[in-house]
């Protein structure tokens, strides 16, 4: 699926000649990867974006930094509850008019949307390197679950209805109508997905949307923005305020915003909770994650080597749905782990931009130190580092500035121990080892979160009883993080509520009106 991806948005038009496909991506990554020239080219004017233009904001300077190299290449003014307050209003005033295009005109600038930014995905793709890290291959593919977004959702809200009711004679009926204006918050791991899961839903059912990006990857979504411009989005309807927390608290707390989304972590979410209860907005919440990797004894060994890499090494390990708790069946668990360690230690880190790299830079020095921590502490818990385990220091100088950490296999855990129940958000995984069904079922459920989960086995019968008792909301068999356009994707327990993707999260940016019509003379007792 993931080369599938690649290749949709990349290749679709060169001809494989008889060569295999990773030969012909390798040739065209290195044309397109040499360096982070495009990325700087395409950088915006500013990092606020009000009314269809670029917006100079009243707060403390925000610098963008090259994740690779850790050089600042632009400096923004961020936003304040002033300039929050200007971009509500603005959003106010286009809901007026927003609200009343047809689903179906609103859908089209969706597609249109999606047909545009597909041609230029090789220039998002540079963005999004240059500002996350994620190797250039990673972020061709984020594009594509970017434009698989608005393409589905700009297709199905155009049949998307209410219910008719016959009351034998009379009648009522629902409609689907927006909530207003929708504050939405996002992550430093996939700003331009993320913004691409909301703004779909949101925009497709008439609502307008005051965006903020993670303070560390802002820049990608300011592009986007200038994009829904050219296709004929109207001023207002998508306005983006930078900063740190204190600009998504004045989104959260603002009596203008009736709606809130959110990705993060669990205490954010639990705070946004707290600062949308006193006028009761709606809340969505995409939350952390310590997800359940279940593999038996009889699933072919190479590809359950292969599900837990996918379930651990995209984005550095910044993925919030990662299978970082790897319980194998005891009987297969060293041939398993010995496997693992082995591919693992060929994984190239270093510059993202070049062909080959499988692991980029960490997002800042904050979580570079928490990852670091969470390694030592394994240890002091008598953890075994299997492979990793620290930093790493690429050949290149030009990388100096950038921070690097080996992707990491931990073997020797236990249920208790700090690694296996915490969100560690970085490249390390946790090898554990089981006996029954039952019992690994129950290990795998003894956690606060629930966003996903994925069983591996070549009996189906087990594969489906498994996965119907994960406590989880997004599921996998026989793979990981495979979660296409089509189906929601969302959480139980601490990972939070409702969806994005599939037809179900126009559910969570629309409320139902419910209207009863009487075609006869009123009952009336009261004569």
Known sequence: WYQRRVREAVVSTQSTGGKTLSTVMSVVLKRMSSSFTRAVELLPAS????DND?????????????KATGKVVMSSATATAADVEVAVKSSAEAFRSFRKIPAAERGNLLLKAASLLEERAEDFAHLETLDTGKPFYESVMDVGTAVDAFRLIGGIVQCYHGSHFDMGGSFAYTTREPIGTVGAIGPWNYPLQTACWKLAPALACGNTVVYK??????????????????????????????????????????????????TGSVPTGKKIMRGCSDDLKKVTLELGGKSPLIIFDDFNLRNAVSVAMLANFFSQGAVCSNGTRVFVQRSIIKEFTDQLVERTQKLRVGNPMEDGVKVGATICKMQYDKILAYLETARKEGAEILCGGGPVTPDDPELAGGLYIAPTVIGGCTDDMTVVKEEIFGPVLCVLPFDTEDEVIERANATEFGLAGAVCTDNLS????????????????NTFNNFPAQIPFGGFKHSGFGRELGEECLSYYSQTKSVFVETGDPWCPFD
Do not use: M
Not at 462 to 477: F, L, P, T
């Open 462 to 477: 087990r594969a489906y009883r498994v996965v119907s008792q994960i406590e989880a909301g997004s599921c996998n068999i």
């Open 54 to 66: 670029f917006y100079t904001g009243t707060g403390p300077a925000l610098e963008a930094i090259n």
């Open 47 to 50: 990092l606020n974006w009000i």
């Open 213 to 262: 990006c993670s303070e560390y990857t802002p820049l990608s979504t300011v592009a986007l923005a200038d994009l829904l411009k050219e296709v004929g989005f109207p001023a207002g309807v998508f306005n983006i305020v930078a900063g740190a927390g204190s600009v998504g608290a004045a989104i959260t707390e603002h009596p203008g915003v009736h709606k809130i989304s959110f």
